[in-house]
């Protein structure tokens, strides 16, 4: 095992602070209302009592998704410094209790900040530079339990693209892909150049929409770098959509899951086999920075089956997973939600079991 995937392994198993500091609205920057964005999608603000129950729960990685765009002060993107506080404690904390923690630029998506394609890459690399910039010489003198991650899900925003498998002979879809590795490259020469920790730093890159199928296509390559097998190719996958995803009382939604049937089971097989082959298996780190099975009418029973398969597949594969958690319970679309922020309690102890005590190989 390399020591890349050796330093994955150790990460296992990883929560999303979903719905918190990525929380966002499309207007300008107000610095009265900038801290309000927090709370803004019902969650509490991030605090040491939450972090350390998810702690104690056996996660041991803890990303901190992050929107920029409501918090930039100018046109040169200067971070407003009671965001970057806000963002900075956080990291704090969670260091300081034990947790890997990865950082990202995350709802960020549009045209006016990061777009991918050639027409906007000029533009989409003026705010990543600015950003990271400002991160990787905040962050310079912590070590490598912080991760950076260079964007979330990067994609064809609104357009009949934003979601499909890429094409690589669509002359859209290609320009998109081939924009994504051009900024995936200079995101990681633009840190390794902010000296420190930063020299040897831990970096994720994605490929279009962080798709695993656009993961495995041939044409997707991760950038060069001067640090020895540092980089971490960044995955998202809520598989089968159907039963992971697909919203509560739409055409495709499903509750049950059979680990015993293959028609349920193929695509995640397909996935850690086609990531196995491509990365880990050549010992290149992959991290599930984002994944779980939406709550369907409480069909816990389903939901543990699919997350112990899962997971169990994960580790076959040197790859760690990281749930992805919004603060939602119940409704209609995404309720991913397994620890209560309001009395940190966690309401599904078999989904937990099998997220962090599933085949544990140390």
């Not at 918190?20 to 209302?33: M, T």
């Not at 060069?224 to 939604?253: C, M, R, W």
């Not at 679309?333 to 966690?346: G, K, Q, S, T, V």
Request: charged share 25%; with cysteine; proline share 6%.
């Amino acid at each position: 095992m390399t020591e890349a995937l050796w330093f994955t392994q150790n990460m296992w198993a990883g929560w999303n602070l979903g719905n918190v500091f990525d929380s966002y609205d499309n207007k300008p920057y107000d610095a009265e209302k900038e801290l309000s964005y927090i709370t803004s999608r019902n969650n509490p603000a991030a605090s040491r009592e939450l972090f350390q129950t998810v702690y104690d729960s056996g996660f041991r990685t803890l990303r901190l998704p992050v929107s920029w765009h409501n918090h930039v002060i100018d046109e040169d993107f200067t971070i407003s410094k009671v965001w970057l506080e806000s963002v900075k404690e956080a990291v704090d904390i969670a260091l300081e209790i034990g947790f890997y923690v990865i950082i990202n630029i995350h709802h960020d998506d549009d045209p006016a900040f990061y777009y991918p394609d050639k027409e906007h890459l000029e533009s989409s690399w003026k705010f990543m530079k600015a950003i990271w910039s400002q991160l990787a010489e905040t962050f310079a003198d912590y070590d490598e339990f912080l991760l950076f991650e260079a964007v979330n899900e990067p994609r064809l925003k609104g357009t009949e693209y934003e979601w499909k498998p890429i094409d690589i002979t669509n002359d859209i879809q290609r320009d998109a892909l081939y924009t994504i590795m051009e900024l995936n490259g200079r995101f990681v020469d633009l840190v390794r150049s902010k000296g420190g920790f930063n020299e040897e730093r831990y970096l994720l890159v994605p490929s279009h929409a962080a798709n695993y199928e656009n993961t495995l296509n041939p044409a997707f390559d991760i950038p060069e770098d001067t640090a020895d097998n540092k980089i971490i190719v960044s995955v998202h996958a809520y598989i089968p959509y159907p039963f992971a995803l697909a919203p509560i009382g739409s055409e495709q939604a499903v509750d049950t899951f059979d680990p015993e049937d293959p028609d349920d089971t193929k695509y995640i097989d397909g996935m850690f086999e086609g990531l196995r082959e491509k990365y880990t298996g050549k010992g290149i780190p992959v991290v599930i920075g984002e994944y779980g099975a939406s709550n369907r009418n409480e069909n816990t029973e389903a939901r543990a089956a699919w997350t112990d398969y899962y997971v169990s597949k994960a580790r076959s594969v040197d790859i760690p997973c990281v749930w992805w958690d919004n603060g939602s319970f119940d409704g209609d679309y995404e309720n991913f939600a397994i620890i209560r922020r309001d009395n940190l309690e966690c309401p599904y102890p078999e989904i937990l079991r099998a997220l962090v005590e599933n085949k544990i190989p140390f």
